[in-house]
Each structure stands twice: as C-alpha cells, then as structure tokens.
C-alpha cells in the first residue's frame, strides 16, 4: 500500500536544525525552534516543576486511568489562569489535551463535527500548524490581513477589514498574545473592537494561548481573551503549557469552551466524546505538575519569579538587539525588535537573505524570516546584530 504513496516534505525547521548540528564552524547562532533558552543555551526545568515532580514521586500511589476529560483540578486550575473570574465556572466546559496544539484539533474537530461549512479565519502570517491542521480536517480556510511588512507592526485596518467579512458561524482564529511568528499583539482597543466584529457578525473567536506570561505578564496578557468572553457567546481557547511551565516533552494542555450555561453541558459532553474518541485519556504527569504548582502558595510564588525571569530575559535581549542594530546601522529601522512581545519576530528577510544569514554568517532563522530571540545571548547579540546589518542594509 505504501508503493503508490509520496512522503511528504519533512519539516522545515527541524531539517535546519539539523543542518545547524551539522554546521562546524564555532560561534554558530541558534535562532529557530521554539525553545525558551537561558544565557547558557540551555531549556531549563523550572525549579518548580522540579519540586511538584518531587512531591509526585513520593505521594503518588497509582498510576490507574483518569477520566477522559482529565484531571478536574488540572482544568480548573488552568480555567483560573486564563479566564479569571471573566465568565461564572458554570458557562465554562473544559478538557486536558496533548498538549496545545491537541487543543487546537479537538476543538477545530468540533468545530467541522458541528459547522461543517464553517470557514476558518486564519492571521497572514500565522503558526503553520493552524493552516496545516484546518487544511487537514478539510475545512474552509480564509486568511486575514496582520503584519504591516513596512513597520512590522500590525495591519490594523487590514486585519479589521477583513474580518467583517466572516460569517456566523465562521471561527476567528487569534494568538492570545505573543502573536507567532510575528510578535506583533493586539492592544485592549483592537480587542474590543474584534469583539464588536464577532458580535455583529456571528463568527466565533477561537484563542491559541501558547505564551501566556511571556509577554507583558501573566493578567496582562490573559487581558483580550477575557475581554472576549466577557462580551461573545461563545468562546472557544486552546491553552498550552510547554512555554510558561516549561513542559515541552509532557504535553500538558487544555481546550475550553465558555458558552451558556443552559449550553454548557452539551459542550462539555461534545469535548469530553472527543477526547474518547482520539487518545481515549490524557497525559497526566505534566498537568499534575501544574495542577500542584497552580494550588500551592509556595509553588506558585516560586513559578511566577522563574517566569517573571525569562520574560524579563527575553525583553532584555529584545532591546539589546534593537540597539546594537541602531548602533550598526545608525537608524531605528530594527526598532521594531524592542516593540515586540515574547519569543519570536519576523525580520523582514527574504528566503535568499535568510540564506545569506546562514551561509555567511552561521545565523540560523526559520526560512520566512522567524527569529526566536529566546535564542539571543549577551555575547551572540553583537554578532547577530552585525550579520542582519549586512545583509539586510
């Protein structure tokens, strides 16, 4: 059966991470896959996970199945996180997923179970994954405008121009903050203003929050999102914990759905059938891990230093990098770096610019331009900002 069959094309950015293993020449940069990275290059296991782990190990009797919505605390915990008190407990249905991207796909599976003439808004640029998976489940795909690619900043009348031509039912995919690849967010006006569209229009508003505390902090960046829920019907939010706990490899995540409480318990039985019917139950030992971290004081307190530190981190390597740029070319032309929020930004190069990056000066960015600059260190810093200078004038 699989003579007749084409492999598909392999993954971009780990076929350039491995060109980047391969690269001999010392001093080469690291600035593609979406790892935090602290100033020795490594992706550390927060000391607060690593704590929860130990109070795992030693309290934990079973490793017995949980139900198929996973653990009720781990969900309830994350509800918290994200929404606050934006919407009463009683209108929220909710589900652990592999992690946030499984998030994304039971919620999109739903999505084409219940709508399936449904069209799906995706941001120009975007995360691949959310074109990929929309394609995948044969779903109505539509882009809309983002990036203003003269400022790298935001496209707002082209964003909100096109999004009043969604339909209801129409889901409206958003990037709750930390927007990937661009690092170009929404201000609380433009979400306000999405929630007027949603509103007017009946499109649905569906937030991938992969970054929640990277940016500006953990209530500033959950700020549109629970500005949404308080004004739409119907809200649907993939949540992911790989960035902010750290838990890359255990794939703890959660999907949500903040509806009517007469609606609610449809949702919830619709959310859980869908975890039934693709991986029966979820990955317990990072939700756990979050569950604790989330419920205990000390934990908590210990969590938020470490992640107030790697934001800080990468705020500070966005300034650093924006002013060795002002220094290398005399222009605030790469200002654009020190306005950006959390891991990544767009640089503004074409394929054979980025090729230039890589082949000449050993700096290694994904090929749209996607620079993760949690990758950035004080003494990579001055050698990448010369390396953009000269091949980016």
């Known amino acids: 059966m699989f003579e007749t069959l084409t492999a598909p094309a392999p993954d971009k950015i780990f076929q350039l991470t491995g060109q980047f293993a391969a690269d001999p020449r010392p001093g080469k940069v690291d600035l593609l896959v979406g790892l935090y990275r602290n100033a020795d290059g490594v992706t550390p296991v927060m000391g607060a996970v690593k704590e929860a782990e130990r109070r795992i190990l030693e309290a934990q009797t079973t490793k017995a199945y949980l139900g198929f919505a996973g653990d009720a605390a781990f969900i309830s915990g994350m509800r918290d996180l994200l929404l606050a008190d934006a919407v009463p407990e009683a209108r929220i249905a ?28 995706v941001s120009d640029p975007s995360w691949p994954i959310h074109a990929g998976m929309t394609d995948h489940l044969g779903l109505a795909r539509r882009s809309y405008r983002y990036l203003d690619r003269n400022t790298n900043g935001l496209d707002r009348d082209g964003m909100m121009d096109d999004l009043r031509n969604a339909r209801a039912g129409d889901v409206i995919v958003l990037h709750g903050c930390c927007h990937n690849p661009t690092g170009a967010d929404l201000t609380l006006a433009d979400w306000e203003e999405v929630a007027a569209i949603c509103l007017k229009t009946g499109a649905i508003p569906l937030v991938d929050m992969a970054y929640q505390g990277f940016g500006a902090g953990l209530v500033e960046d959950a700020a549109g999102t629970r500005l949404l829920a308080q004004k739409v019907p119907t809200l649907f939010l993939a949540a992911s914990c790989s960035k902010n706990f750290g838990l890359y490899r255990e794939r703890a995540g959660v999907a949500l759905i903040a ?42 307190q210990m969590w938020d230093a470490e992640l107030t530190a790697m934001r800080d981190s990468m705020t500070r390597n966005r300034r650093a990098l924006a002013d060795a740029l002002r220094a290398e070319t005399g222009s605030d032309r790469f200002g654009f ?20 990056l890589r082949e000449d000066h050993g700096i290694y960015v994904v090929g749209d331009g996607r620079m993760n600059v949690a990758g950035l260190t004080v003494d990579n810093i001055p050698k990448v900002a010369r390396g953009l200078a000269a091949v980016l004038g």
């Open 337 to 356: 770096f020190a306005a950006h929020q959390g891991m990544f930004s767009l640089i503004g190069a074409s394929p054979a610019q980025v090729a230039a």
């Open 94 to 121: 909710g589900i652990a997923t592999v992690g946030g991207t499984s998030a994304m796909r039971q919620i999109l599976e739903l999505v084409r179970t219940l709508t399936p003439d449904a069209q799906v808004w």
């Open 259 to 300: 509806t009517s409480e007469g609606a609610r318990a449809a949702a919830q039985g619709h959310l859980t059938a869908m975890n039934r019917n693709n991986f029966s139950f979820p990955p317990d030992h990072g939700a756990r891990c979050v569950d604790l971290i989330l419920h205990d004081a000390d934990l908590r």
